[in-house]
């Protein structure tokens, strides 16, 4: 079958909202915080998705589920939702949905036993029919959109990712995601985009291909094999919250602006002082530090010198000022080889 061009597709919709384009930006843990999501927003990500926030840690008003699920200042506010009791999903739904979230993400694909092990994330996809209660409470609970998150199957021999999205259609939800990866690959091997095929055979649904896409090539790559509506992108944009951006216009044929070092400076500075706001200067300065390593790193990949020794120190301070610093000349002439 011949594929058409991405940008010749029908736009994704989510129920009344229609996305600009077809390149999402994947709910990582500890990762896409607040700031990080501005951040993908603001250089063109088609939709990003919050951390998973635990429904019944949220329900119950804990103030890192609240900032976990923040969503002010986003073009559209998705609260991705992780639980095991249609109770506490529910309520969690209805408490993000108050919040603002214009769309729930239910997530039934993290492999973290600390998730499985309580009987969700991905070991929802052991059992179809709690799977579902979930989903039916959750789509009862509030009015906006509901999406869905999740992997091939638990493993190999239960490959039933199309039956749940099928279910997840007669259920009434507006998209699906898929990454292409059991339950029980965790992260290792590579994703199978081929294998979300048998999910676009399943369902009309909006479904998204997921699971080690980099850039547009992958992209291309992932969409032709699995005949996916649109990609999603985790891993590869730490440190980079403008690739998803860059992947949405590639995708719909348009060209790539030469690289604006004043947005990125000024996205790294609002992305880092975002996370000290949030977390106060102790605990933010040392969550930072992954996304500043992947800074430095992306930086010096576009030709900024950055010394490791430098880095080093810069990666061991308890204080917010000369990070700032650091990060405010990643992407100036300063640094420039
Ligand atoms: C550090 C980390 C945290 C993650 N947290 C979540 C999460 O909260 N919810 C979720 O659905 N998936 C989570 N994932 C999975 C990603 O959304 C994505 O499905 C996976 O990383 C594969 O995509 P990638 O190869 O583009 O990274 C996480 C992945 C990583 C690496």
Request: with cysteine; charged share 25%; proline share 4%.
């Amino acid at each position: 079958m011949h594929e058409l061009e991405a940008s010749a597709r029908k736009p994704i919709t989510l129920g009344s909202h229609v996305l600009a384009g077809r390149a999402l930006l994947a709910p990582m843990s500890g990762i896409t915080d607040h700031g990080f999501r501005m951040a993908a927003d603001r250089f063109g990500a088609s939709l990003v998705v919050s951390e998973m926030v635990a429904a019944d840690q949220l329900a119950l008003g804990d103030e890192e589920s609240r900032l976990r699920a923040e969503g002010e200042g986003i073009a559209l506010h998705v609260v991705q939702l992780a639980g095991c009791g249609p109770g506490p999903m529910s309520e969690g739904a209805r408490v993000a949905e108050a919040s603002g979230a214009q769309v729930i993400d239910i997530n039934m694909g993290c492999p973290a036993k600390r998730v499985t092990g309580g009987w969700s994330g991905s070991a929802l996809m052991r059992d179809l029919a709690h799977a579902q209660t979930l989903i039916d409470a959750v789509r009862d609970a509030v009015s906006v959109p509901v999406t869905l998150k999740m992997r091939l199957g638990w493993d190999e021999t239960a490959l039933n990712a199309p039956e749940l999205a099928r279910r997840a259609e007669d259920a009434g939800l507006a998209l699906v995601t898929v990454h292409g990866r059991t339950r029980q690959q965790f992260y290792k091997g590579q994703a199978n985009w081929a294998a979300v095929r048998a999910v676009r055979e399943a369902t009309r649904l909006p479904l998204i291909v997921n699971g080690d896409i980099a850039g547009p090539q992958e992209a291309k790559a992932a969409l032709e094999a699995s005949g996916a509506d649109g990609v999603m992108l985790g891993r590869a944009t730490l440190g980079r919250p403008w690739l998803v951006g860059e992947v949405a216009r590639a995708l719909e044929g348009m060209p790539e602006p030469a690289i604006d070092f004043a947005a990125r400076r000024d996205a790294l500075l609002a992305h880092y002082e975002s996370l000290i706001a949030a977390f106060g200067e102790k605990k933010g300065v040392r969550h930072a530090r992954k996304h500043v390593a992947a800074y430095a790193e992306h930086a010096a990949e576009a030709g900024a010198v950055v010394e490791a020794a430098e880095l080093a120190e810069i990666l061991q301070e308890n204080t917010a000022k000369r990070v700032l610093d650091f990060l405010a000349a990643l992407y100036s002439p300063a640094r420039a080889a």
